[in-house]
């Protein structure tokens, strides 16, 4: 019901003069009429920056495996501290340009990677600010842009440079530091970074970085997890290796020395817990992600990941030893003991490259019919198109098994690589390298395949540098 006016008694007008109803429906309805529909943005611009920071913050800090987790208790969107800030950035950046191949984002990266270098010497003049926490998360994020953007695994230069650095800041820091469960996850990072560049550029662990290891053992906040214990095995893999490389053991006492190691990640894998276990599924019939009739369930990645790195451990103890056999046999009369050692050897070969393509099923995804029917019609005879094309489709599907996928590629080379193992497990991973570049647009697993099938030896390694090392395999 509308009214025209509202009657007030006396009093209540002069309570209220300004309370009169009127019909004034037509008159708003003019003006509204009369005026111009506003525009109504349909999204909001985004920064690269902003959009780089979202994406690495949601992949490294919380996402699934969460390597920097604890920078949740350093960092927030207020934080004074320009040498952390301008890292960050820089790393940010450098990822999103890995994703996205945007020389925007490669140029901006650059430019915030030299600046943060230039902030953190200044903050390092500063014999108390160089030991605040910011510092050393700083280094930890130049070090990944390093990664990332480097891929040499030379021990010498900027490759390893910052985290030396850190090591020798942290032993300023005193022990106080080790009292702060979330300093000590950052420095068990720092660590684990620090180990694997060392096992990369074949070089001795640093005495400095064991003795930091132990001292964070003593103050563990929780039990010492499978991945923690399959570090300090891989510090007796780069010893033992440096050992043999020196010429300090004999053969004989080569061999035994690394079927000794070799016993101690099997029984690693033996005393993992039950929630680091995985479910081994029988299949009828096989994917074309399946090398044989079964694959793996892990209950988290990063759970895969730590069995992965066992599994392709051993393959390169298990080469070293064959390797270390045959000459042997060369020089000194074979026995029926070193016989059983090699064949011991090459069937852990194939038993771990077995299980790392049965890491794969889960892991991998089959994009869904409309991306291939678009993919198919997208199709052009120009190479670069073709990658355009790819990449663009690729964008518009769900990323969450983007990294998983990546994280493979290592672990699935070191499989096929050995020459222990048969050449239908060699062309099947190169069939699943190439279906990743080709449906996920994993540019680094064509070139990983592209290597297997040129039959030239490369260096382990040197294929780990160039897929990031561990900014990717964390």
């Avoid at 953007?149 to 300023?172: C, D, I, M, Q, Y």
């Avoid at 033992?240 to 690394?258: E, T």
């Amino acid at each position: 019901m509308q009214k025209t006016e509202a009657t007030l008694r006396p009093s209540e007008e002069y309570l209220y003069p300004a309370l009169r109803l009127r019909d004034e429906s037509s008159a708003v309805q003019k003006r509204v009429q009369a005026k111009k529909p506003a525009t109504v943005p349909r999204s909001v611009p985004i920064s690269v920056c902003s959009q780089a920071r979202d994406i690495f913050y949601h992949n490294y800090v919380v996402g699934t495996t969460k390597p920097f987790d604890f920078l949740q208790n350093f960092y927030s969107t207020t934080c004074k501290d320009e040498h952390l800030n301008r890292s960050i950035d820089a790393v940010a950046l450098a990822y999103l340009n890995y994703q996205r191949h945007s020389s925007s984002a490669e140029e901006e990266a650059r430019q915030h990677y030299v600046s943060a270098i230039g902030c953190t010497s200044a903050a390092l003049q500063s014999s108390d600010q160089a030991k605040h926490d910011s510092i050393i998360l700083a280094i930890l994020f130049l070090d990944l842009y390093e990664k990332i953007t480097n891929k040499e695994p030379a021990f010498h230069g900027a490759w390893a440079a910052h985290l030396s650095g850190a090591l020798t800041l942290v032993k300023l820091r005193g022990d106080q530091q080790f009292k702060d469960p979330s300093i000590i996850r950052m420095l068990m990072r720092l660590s684990t970074n620090l180990l694997i560049s060392c096992v990369a550029s074949d070089k001795p662990v640093l005495s400095d970085l064991i003795a930091l290891r132990n001292t964070i053992v003593t103050h563990f906040p929780t039990p010492v997890d499978p991945k923690w214990r399959e570090s300090d095995l891989m510090i007796e893999f780069a010893s033992l290796r440096q050992d043999i490389q020196k010429g300090v053991l004999s053969d004989n006492d080569a061999i035994l020395a690394l079927v000794d190691l070799d016993a101690k990640f099997v029984r690693l894998g033996m005393e993992v817990p039950p929630a680091w276990r995985y479910e081994t599924v029988q299949v009828d019939i096989k994917s074309i992600h399946h090398y044989e009739s079964f694959h793996h369930i892990h209950p988290a990645e990063h759970i895969a990941q730590m069995w992965n790195t066992l599994r392709l451990t051993r393959i390169l103890l298990n080469e070293l030893i064959c390797s270390r056999c045959l000459d042997y046999q060369r020089r000194q009369k074979s026995s029926p003991e070193l016989l059983a050692i090699h064949q011991c050897a090459t069937r852990a070969i194939k038993e771990m490259a077995s299980d790392i393509c049965a890491s794969l099923p889960q892991y991998i995804e089959d994009p869904p019919l409309s991306f291939l029917e678009a993919f198919t019609k997208a199709e052009s005879p120009n190479a670069d198109s073709r990658v355009e094309t790819r990449v663009s489709l690729v964008r518009q599907q769900n990323p969450a098994h983007h990294l998983p996928c990546y994280r493979l590629i290592f672990p699935l080379f070191v499989a096929a690589q050995s020459s222990a193992v048969s050449s239908s497990l060699w062309k099947w991973v190169i069939k699943q390298l190439r279906f990743m570049a080709d449906y996920h647009a994993i540019e680094n697993a064509m070139s990983v395949a592209e290597i297997l099938e040129s039959g030239q030896k490369q260096k382990i390694w040197n294929v780990y540098a160039m897929l990031g090392s561990y900014a990717f395999v964390c």
